[in-house]
């Protein structure tokens, strides 16, 4: 395949966008993928396994591997101790459903 004929990341996620319960399920885990990618990004700058963050947070290894997997979205005392132990501030907004939310962590 020719690289013109190749699909992007991009394209493929927005011709996935157009089938609703793709749609849905991705809109259903858009915290635990921002929350995933702050985690990875932490782990990245500061040089840390999942193993030395897990110790760091007082968690077990596979709650980290959960966490970065974002399939599921965390609840908020793990929010809360991401918060704490990291030292990173997680902000979300309560928005009329028909306002398009823009997730930060």
Do not use: C, W
Not at 2 to 25: I, N
Not at 38 to 59: D, F, I, K, T
């Amino acid at each position: 395949m020719t690289p013109a004929h190749m699909t992007t990341a991009s394209d493929s996620l927005k011709k996935r966008l157009r089938d609703p319960k793709f749609r849905q399920e991705r809109e259903r885990t858009a915290l635990a993928r921002a929350v995933a990618l702050r985690l990875v990004e932490y782990r990245a700058e500061n040089g840390l396994s999942q193993s030395a963050l897990a110790r760091q947070l007082q968690m077990q290894q596979p709650a980290i591997a959960r966490l970065e997997a974002g399939d599921h979205n965390p609840s908020m005392d793990t929010l809360m101790r991401l918060s704490q132990g990291l030292g990173i501030d997680f902000h979300i907004d309560i928005t009329p459903e028909h306002v398009e939310v823009q997730l930060t962590a």
